[in-house]
């Protein structure tokens, strides 16, 4: 007897071998056909039942979405829909699922809106669409573990509790052991964090760079890759409040290399699952395509889901400076014709998503890295340029997403990071640590942060990010 998962028996050629699958109903047709998935793959695998055979009790009790084991054997499939199936001898009901109340579910046999999967999301992972999406996930995590090892990176994990903000953006959930209702208080009335369980104020972190330099430090090339959280109060269909983050920091390297590797590592990760989840990017470009025939003619998007990957692929990003950004939205139509919600009037002036996916979409229709921004719309950490007005900061743009990448070549020069500090009023108290890197052994180093989700929702081709996550956390959600 041969166990095995779907997605092998489904490429086996072992013909009248017996198979053991274990997997949930997803519909009993004729009382002949039960369509069995796994997980494994989002292909069905047909068990065909001589219901002459079995007994009408356990029959009754193969409805979508229980949970069976069946014993039969391979064979060549009469129907064209699939190359095997399995003619069924034995067949165990492990976990029922009563009809009555499956009825009441997203697992009921119709068409749910996305919204709705989203109230249930402890059950979505059994539709078509969102298995797919996880085992693109699951996938495009690998890649980049295998890109970043084969390129002699190595894999640090950075604390999720920190003193620290590395954004300086204060969008922090705060971490406390104290009694909120009744807390210790200092002489003036504030809470007296000593008491607390660190000895002092700290937060979930928002980004493990800060010591991702350090390491960077000693281990030359390094990558993070965990979860990030931000109390920023956006609900967009591209902000969580937690997400994960791959964070790569390299020693030696300048903001050119930097952005170099950045464009290699995606593309690397997308030709790998272009490659491995052929099936599931085929289920999920039909299902772009679907939604896309329900929108406006104008607001549909011109590529079709595996074009838009391969174009990543074939293509350079734009290489663009953030002055040559700003002259080009400055004198586009819908900035002139005021149709963007912020207009662009001069330079120094922060780029909104709706800028950014103008300049991918419209302009460029391809993807961007900006580079050499302001100053003073940029974090404290990062490099200062001649003109002493711009730093050596790059965000790569993705038509659809807006910002994928953000990083930046690291201020390596303790005295300008220093008086960075001071304008911005950062204690050097609190970052004493990271300042020491600075004064044994400094070097020109660079890094950058891609967003995992926004990367998955970018080969997913999904337009909320609620979608790309199992449990996502949002304002006012944080159910399962
Ligand atoms: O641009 P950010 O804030 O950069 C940093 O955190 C740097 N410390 C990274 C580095 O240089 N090591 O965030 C990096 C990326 C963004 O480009 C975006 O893809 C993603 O993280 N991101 C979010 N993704 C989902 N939800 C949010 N709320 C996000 N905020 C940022
Ligand atoms: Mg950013």
Known sequence: MIQAKIAETLN??????????????????????IALNDGSTINNLQCVVDFENFEEEILKRVTVGAAIRVLGTLKESQGSQQRVEIEVTELEILGDANPEEVKLTILSPKRHSLEKLREQAHLRVRTNTFGAVMRVRSRLSFAVHSYFQQNNFHYVNTP?????????????????????????????????????????????????????????????????????????????????????????EMAFCDLDRNMDLAEDFIKYVVYDVLKHCKDDLEFLEQRLENEEKLKPKAERTEMSLLKKLNFVLENNFKRVSYTEAI??????????????????????ADLQSEHERYLVEKHFKSPVILFDYPANIKAFYMRLNEDGKTV???????????????????????????????????????????????????????????????????????GNIRDVIPFPRTPQNAEF
């Open 160 to 248: 999720i509790i920190t003193g620290s903000d590395a954004e300086g953006a204060g969008e922090i959930f705060k971490v406390t052991a104290l009694d909120l209702k009744n807390p210790p208080k200092k002489e003036n009335g504030e809470i007296d964090y000593k008491k607390d369980f660190f000895g002092k104020e700290t937060n979930l972190t928002v980004s493990g760079q800060l010591e991702g330099e350090a390491y960077a430090m000693g281990l030359g090339q390094i990558y993070t890759f965990g979860p990030t959280f931000r109390a920023e109060n956006s609900n967009t269909s591209r902000h969580l409040a937690e997400f994960w983050m791959i964070e790569p």
């Open 327 to 348: 002259e080009i939205l400055k004198n586009c139509k819908p900035n002139k014709k005021k149709k963007f919600d912020y207009i662009i009037e001069e330079w120094g």
């Open 392 to 462: 050596r900061a790059m965000d790569i743009l993705f038509p659809g997403i807006g910002e994928i990448v953000g990083g930046s070549q690291r201020e390596e020069r303790l005295e300008v990071l220093q008086s960075k500090m001071a304008e911005l009023n950062i204690d050097e108290k609190e970052l004493w640590w990271y300042l020491d890197t600075r004064k044994f052994g400094t070097c020109v180093h660079s890094g950058f942060g891609l967003g995992f989700e926004r990367l998955v929702q970018f080969v997913t081709g999904m």
């Open 12 to 33: 086996s050629n072992q013909f009248l071998q017996e198979f053991e699958i274990k997997g949930w109903v997803r519909a009993f047709r004729s009382n002949r056909f």
